[in-house]
């Protein structure tokens, strides 16, 4: 059975699943920012064998835009219905503090390949007719600007 709660990820069980899917390894500062800026984390855990198979983390102001950001599952768990479900906790979330009339951006960086799984979820790919494509940049420290 799947347990979902929401907790903080030890840095080992958050490295864990990102090596478990192939994701960039990170510095430990990078981790602790990660784990610790976070607005929410959910875990799917499999209560026979008490390990972490998935998780996700919301990111964002609040109320006008939160993020879902790694969400993982790990791979021998694929199929099971665990990634829609953490889905559903983090849009939960993502949602209680609205307040009546007032409308959220609920967003995400899909994986090449998985459009197909967010579809499936509710989210709508870009570009549309009205949204541009979402676009990405990475920054290294020597763009810093420091002297």
């Not at 799917?44 to 990111?59: I, N, Q, S």
């Not at 099971?80 to 967003?107: D, Q, V, W, Y």
Request: aromatic share 6%; proline share 3%; hydrophobic share 35%.
């Amino acid at each position: 059975m799947i347990e979902f709660t929401f907790r903080k990820l030890t840095t080992e069980e958050y490295l864990g699943l990102r090596a478990s899917v192939g994701w960039k390894s990170l510095s430990d500062r990078q981790v602790q920012a990660s784990l610790n800026g976070c607005k929410a984390m959910v875990c799917a855990t499999d209560t026979e064998t008490g390990e972490v198979v998935g998780m996700g983390r919301l990111v964002g102001d609040e109320l006008v835009i939160m993020n879902i950001q790694d969400l993982i599952v790990r791979p021998d768990y694929h199929g099971r219905g665990i990634g829609s479900e953490l889905i559903r906790h983090l849009r939960e979330k993502a949602a209680e503090a609205l307040e009546p009339g007032e409308e959220l951006m609920f967003t995400l960086m899909c994986a090449k390949g998985r459009e197909r799984f967010y579809e499936k979820n509710g989210f709508i790919a870009r570009p549309t007719p009205d949204l541009g494509p979402g676009m990405i940049m990475y920054l290294h420290e020597e763009d810093s600007g420091r002297v």
